[in-house]
């Protein structure tokens, strides 16, 4: 299983504020309204705040003086103090919302689309999981601290100062017990926050993870259910969610300390000013309306000083899915369009090239090809074949850049594919893989996808050079069905015959076709290769043969070996002066020959299909 890098040995956490700061393009553009949200919070804060002082009023005006005449002003500005407060916190939410999410979907679409230009090397490395958390969940955390958290986090630092101010000018003695009590709430929060920053970033790896295993169990639940490994998965699964809940209840854990210093300080500062307050009523030197204002205005606060661990905690667990996110962006697009690009001269004649073309997968010990020199003329076909694992997918996944050379040259029509733009590289080269891919959408959608563009007509004429025309008509909705998520409804040979339709759909000038019968029957195979000798005809073809019946496809052979090709032929050529080329195709003579073919259509060699083309007993759904 590919992991995440890195997992063991991660690099030095930064600053919250200096993970949090690149966000700035993405805040740039709706400052006005973030900017406007602070200051509706901060003035509801202030119209709240303010009400201790028309309380002071009321109580050494009217009450003490038993004047009721004045009393109905002070508590009609209590009541517009109120309805302001209400209103302007209605009017922060009512501005902000909208941006938000509308950054939120900036930020995704960006790393949709980030991750779509990273190579294939990079897919290879990270495990689905973790970039499905990344682009979901931890967005989601982004959104939510730049909605609230941000927003009261500055305002209430600015109210806390106001109030401290207001107490100061209540009662100096009263606002120094708040200010004693202030300064190692701070302290003890900010120890505190560091380990929690740890502790939320180890719950998010971890829940990466969990959704990858959940994942790869949902694709393979086949294959779990053949081999009996359900209970191994079971296991494992309740392993790393076991694993999980332990890393919330450290985070909880912690943040509990939080909540119970920011809760506890400020009812012993209260405690405080009761008895220093009392104590100055009834020695006269404090009015009861000073007390009571001073009272109210530290129970004012409380809000403030209580949110502030929970909102510190709030901004860790968002630099920590910042640090997530971040890391993907920094994946370099290493496979991007140059910034000099040419173009082919018209009419794109499919003139292959390698010259000395060497490849290494990211962080392998050495080379895997090593120094490849080989030519495929235009509207020539030319089958490589080789040992497994000789590098002659690699070798394919150059052509149309899914990697990139590490020494040498790959010309199409003499021009590096370098030096090309990546989308019109690949409109000009075609590829199916061996292991076809599908997608959760119609047929159509699936053939369509590297042309758009292209009519019905034109998909069921590429349905039938890949012989897959006559299932496709019988399925529910024909072009329309749905086929599923990896298009598992179908069987390997269907999915390998659409895989097939898709790229020769556009009639690109280069077809790079990885063992693209491997998965059919022998009475399919021969029909698809009788199509498929209509298309070749009019295309340069590099494709990669496992079987005897693909390479009589060819016009020549290339042996890729030690990370060369080391001969280059006919198949008769080479069956006659190479021996190493007719000891690899005497096993694969022998193995096809005899039927025991394991990648057919879903069933034991020899079994015929049915009348419709489709495998016998074959269900196909919607």
């Known amino acids: ?109 960006d790393l949709y689309r980030h991750l779509q230009g990273l190579p294939v090397a990079f897919h290879d490395r990270w495990q689905s999981g973790q970039l499905l958390s990344r682009a979901t969940g931890d967005l989601a955390t982004v959104r939510r601290f730049m909605n609230f958290s941000v927003v009261f986090l500055l305002a209430n630092t600015f109210v806390l100062v106001a109030g401290l101010l207001l107490l100061l000018w209540l009662s100096p003695a009263l606002a120094a017990v708040q200010a004693v009590a202030v300064l190692p709430l701070v302290a003890l929060v900010s120890v505190y926050e560091n380990r929690y920053r740890v502790v939320a970033r180890q719950c998010q790896d971890q829940e990466g993870d969990l959704a990858t295993t959940v994942e790869e169990s949902v694709l393979g639940v086949r294959v779990l259910r053949a081999f009996g490994r359900g209970p191994h998965l079971t296991r494992r699964f309740v392993g790393q969610a076991r694993e999980l809940r332990w890393r919330e209840l450290r985070r909880v854990r912690l943040l509990a300390v939080l909540w119970t210093i920011c809760v506890v300080l400020p009812e012993l500062v209260i405690a405080g000013q009761l008895a220093l307050g009392g104590y100055a009523v009834a020695q006269g030197a404090m009015t009861v309306g000073t007390l009571v204002a001073a009272i109210t205005a530290t129970s004012y606060l409380e809000w403030p000083i209580q949110s ?101 040259r790959v010309l199409v029509d003499g021009v590096d594919v370098r030096e090309l733009p990546v989308a019109e590289l690949r409109r000009v080269v075609g590829t199916a893989f061996e292991d076809p891919v599908l997608f959760s959408a119609s047929v159509r959608e699936n053939v369509k996808l590297g042309v758009p563009e292209a009519t019905d007509e034109q998909v069921w004429a590429a349905l039938r050079v890949a012989h897959a025309a006559e299932f496709v008509a019988a399925l529910p909705w024909g072009l329309s069905t749905r086929i599923g998520e990896q298009g598992l409804s179908l069987s390997g040979g269907q999915r390998q015959r659409l895989a097939l339709a898709r790229a020769v759909l556009g009639r690109p000038a280069v077809l790079v076709l990885d063992d693209p019968l491997s998965a059919l029957d022998v009475h399919t195979e021969a029909e698809v290769e009788a199509a498929l000798r209509q298309v070749l005809r009019d295309a340069t073809a590099l494709v990669v043969a496992h079987r005897p019946s693909t390479v009589r496809l060819a016009d020549r052979v290339a042996l890729l070996s030690g990370g060369r090709v080391v001969a280059v032929g006919t198949h008769e050529e080479l069956s006659g002066t190479c021996r190493e080329y007719r000891a690899l195709m005497s096993t694969v003579d022998g193995r096809v020959d005899g039927h025991v073919d394991g990648k057919a259509d879903g069933r034991t060699a020899g079994q015929r299909p049915d009348s419709t083309g489709n495998d016998a007993g074959e269900v196909t759904t919607r």
Not at 9 to 33: D, K, M
Not at 353 to 379: C, K, N, Q, T
Request: net charge positive; hydrophobic share 50%; charged share 20%.
């Open 1 to 109: 299983m590919a992991t995440r890098p890195d997992r063991g040995a991660r690099r030095a956490q930064r600053s919250t504020l200096a993970v949090l700061r690149r966000l700035g393009p993405y805040l740039r553009p709706i400052r006005g309204a973030l900017a406007l949200a602070i200051v509706a919070a901060l003035a509801a804060n202030l119209a709240g705040l303010s009400i201790p002082l028309v309380l002071q009023r009321v109580l050494d005006g009217p009450v003490a003086q038993r004047d009721l005449g004045a009393l109905p002003p002070l508590l009609l500005a209590i009541l517009a103090l109120g309805v302001a407060e209400a209103g302007l916190f209605w009017l922060r939410r009512r501005v902000l919302s909208r941006p938000i999410t509308g950054l939120e979907q900036r930020m995704r679409a």
């Open 308 to 408: 502030l661990g929970w909102m510190l905690a709030e901004a860790n667990n968002a630099a920590a899915a910042c640090e997530r996110i971040w890391e993907v962006f920094d994946a370099p697009l290493s496979i991007a369009d140059p910034e000099r690009p040419r173009a082919l001269a018209p009419p794109t004649r499919g003139h292959l090239r390698f010259e000395g073309v060497r490849f290494a997968h990211p962080g392998a010990d050495g080379d895997l090809l090593r120094g490849v020199d080989l030519e495929v003329r235009p509207g020539e076909t030319v089958a490589l074949v080789g040992a497994t694992g000789c590098g002659k997918t690699a070798l394919t996944a150059l052509v149309p850049r899914l990697h990139d050379v590490t020494g040498g």
